[in-house]
C-alpha cells in the first residue's frame, strides 16, 4: 500500500473527513512519526491498453535503471568512505543528484525547479504523490530521507536507504527522544531532512492537511531556534492523453503495477519542484501553527500550477 515516510496502517480502520484512513492515534513526538494514513477518496485513473512495444520500452526502462544506480552505486561508495575520514569532501551527494536525474530521464519525466532550496540545515516538508518523489527530489537539491523504520528490512530498497544515510523512525515511544536527538544532530551539521506530513500519497492534485504530530520534534529544544523548515510542493503534469492523475500512487493501487504502467506510458510527462520560502519553528506558537502554515504553503503551490481538483475536493 502506497504510505508516506511514516509508515503503512491496515485497511478499513476509521475514516476521516478527507478521505484518508488510520486508527486515529495522535500520540506527541516523534514516536507518531510511525503511525499512518490510507488516502482513498479518489479512484485510480482507467488507462488505455498497452501495446507490446510499450511493454518491451517499459523493460528497458528498467534495465537502463538498474544499469545506472549499479553503475554510480560504486562512485557513490567510493566518495562517502573518503568523506568519513575528509567531511569536506562533499562529491557524493553530486552522485546522488546524478543519479535522481537520470533515473527522472529514463521514467519520462522532465524536472524543473522553481524557487531556491534554503542554505540552511533543517526540514523540508512536502506533499506526498508517488514513488517517483524520491527521484524528483533528490534530483533539485541536497537532501536526507526521513522513513519509517520498516523500510530498513526490504529487500534491495532497505539496503541503499541505509547507504543513503537515511534517518529511520521507530514506532517505540521510548526511541522518541533518541531519534530527536539524531535530527538534531544532523540539522546542526547542516543536513536538510526530508519529511511527507501527510502521512500518505494521494493523486497529486490536492495536499492533505499536514498532520501537527510530526512538527513536535521541531519544536524541542535545541531544534526550536535552531533549525529552519521549507514547505516545497511537488506537482506533476501528466504526459499528453494521460489523465491529470497519471503519476499519483495511492490507496490499494499495487507498486510493480504502477511502476509499470507509469514506464509504459510515461513520454513527454513533467514535474515541477517549488521551494516556498523557509521559516523558523521558533516564529510560531505551537506546532499546530506551524504545521497549518506549511500545509497552506504546500497546496497553494499545487492550486497556482494546477487548478482545483476535478471534484472540487481540498483533501
Known sequence: MPDGVEGGAARGDAVRSDGARGDGARGDGASALGSALSWDAAAPPALAPTSRAQTAIAWTRVALAAVLTGALLIFYLLFRAIEKVWPAFRWREGVQRLWARGVGRIAGLTVTRVGEPMREGGALVSNHVSWSDIFVLVGQARMTFVSKAE?????????????????????????????????????????????????????????????????????????????????????????????????????TMSFGGHVMDVLKRSFGGRAEVVFHPPVRPRDFKDRKALARHCGEAVARGLRERLGAPEDAAEG
Open 151 to 251: 523500510v530498513r528490512g526490504w529487500p534491495g530498497v532497505g539496503l541503499i536507504a541505509g547507504l543513503c544515510d537515511t534517518v529511520f523512525i521507530e514506532r517505540r515511544r521510548s526511541a522518541a527522544k533518541a531519534q530527536t536527538e539524531e535530527m538534531a544532530r544532523r540539522v546542526r551539521r547542516g543536513e536538510r531532512l526530508v519529511f511527507f506530513p501527510e502521512g500518505t500519497s494521494t493523486d497529486g492534485l490536492r495536499a492533505l492537511e499536514f498532520r501537527s504530530t510530526l512538527f513536535a520534534p521541531f519544536m524541542e529544544e535545541g531544534m526550536r531556534d535552531e533549525m529552519w523548515i521549507q514547505p516545497v510542493s511537488v506537482v506533476y503534469h501528466a504526459p499528453p492523453g494521460q489523465p491529470r492523475a497519471f503519476y499519483g500512487w495511492w490507496g
